[in-house]
C-alpha cells in the first residue's frame, strides 16, 4: 500500500509505503524524489503535502538536494555503491526480533536526486 504526496514548489514527489509486513498499520517505507518534469502537478492521486508536515527531512536531516558531502558526514561510507547510488544497510539481530533497514540515494552532479528508505522489524 502505499500514499503519495507532491511538494509542487519544489518540483518533489514523496511517497509513503507499507509492505506485507507493515499491513494498514504501519509505514515501514518512503520514497522520494526529485521530479525532471517542470510541470509538476498535484493529482486526486498525489494531491500536496500538507503544509504542516513541512519541512520534509528523513532522519531529521537529510532530503532531495542535499549535497553528496553531507551525506557523507551524516552517514559515512556506503555499503555499496552502484554509479550513481549509496546503498546503506543495516541488518542486526536487537534482542528478540531481527532489524534490517536500507537507505538508498542517488545522487545526480553531487546533490541528493532521490531517496529509498525501508525498515523491518521481525521476529
Known amino acids: 500500500m502505499w500514499v503519495c504526496y507532491t511538494l509542487p514548489e519544489a518540483r518533489q514527489r514523496l511517497w509513503l509505503t507499507s509492505s506485507e509486513i507493515g499491513g494498514r498499520q504501519y509505514i515501514n517505507g518512503a520514497t522520494a ?3 525532471t518534469d517542470l510541470s509538476v502537478r498535484v493529482t486526486p492521486d ?3 503535502l500538507p503544509p504542516r508536515y513541512r519541512p520534509v527531512r528523513f532522519g531529521s536531516d537529510l532530503w532531495l538536494g542535499d549535497r553528496s558531502a ?4 551524516r552517514l559515512g561510507q556506503p555499503t555499496d555503491i ?7 544497510a543495516y541488518e542486526k539481530p536487537q534482542s528478540r526480533f531481527d532489524v534490517s533497514s536500507i ?3 542517488r ?3 553531487g546533490r ?3 531517496l529509498y528508505a525501508s525498515h523491518l522489524t521481525t521476529n
Open 33 to 35: 524524489e526529485v521530479v
Open 46 to 48: 498525489c494531491p500536496a
Open 70 to 73: 553531507r551525506l557523507a558526514k
Open 82 to 88: 552502484y554509479g550513481p547510488v549509496r546503498l546503506y
Open 103 to 105: 537507505l538508498a540515494v
Open 107 to 109: 545522487l545526480n552532479g
Open 112 to 114: 541528493i536526486v532521490a
